[in-house]
């Protein structure tokens, strides 16, 4: 099981950007989903907790995040891109039935990679398919 590291703050200081409403705002709706969201699955959690907070600044706040390394952008190729607060090397599982998106560890992957080929793992993403526990009762 992947062991959870989540960031309690977005860090608006590293960059100096000021932490505004619409951040804290975004951030306290996306930080509480663990569902791997989609852009449009945080506007749509956003808009009931701020009406007033558009989609367009949404998604600027979510790209602001993966640019801070307070967030990553997971690449779905066939499907929307999704977001994931927790930052340590590790892969995702999406289930081609539901559609959910699951954290998977990578911890035997990444030492195997460096002893055997001495290559030094920077980033990467990896996406693995298929069915979901509840998919394949």
């Excluded at 099981?1 to 306290?28: D, F, G, I, Y």
């Excluded at 945080?42 to 600027?60: F, H, L, M, S």
């Amino acid at each position: 099981m992947l062991q959870e590291s989540r960031a309690t703050e977005p860090v608006c200081r590293a960059k100096a950007t000021r932490n505004t409403h619409q951040k804290e705002t975004v951030w306290r709706v996306f930080s509480a989903m663990r569902n791997h969201p989609t852009a449009e699955m945080v506007c749509d959690e956003v808009a009931k907790a701020d009406p007033k907070i558009g989609r367009a600044t949404v998604y600027r706040i979510l790209n602001s995040y993966v640019s801070s390394g307070t967030a990553i952008k997971v690449p779905v190729y066939d499907g929307a891109d999704r977001y994931d607060i927790t930052v340590m090397p590790h892969s995702h599982a999406k289930c081609r039935i539901c559609g959910s998106v699951l954290d998977v560890s990578t911890s035997g992957v990444l030492p195997a990679v460096k002893e055997e080929n001495g290559f030094i793992i920077e980033g990467g993403a990896v996406l693995y398919y298929g069915k979901c526990r509840e998919c394949s009762k």
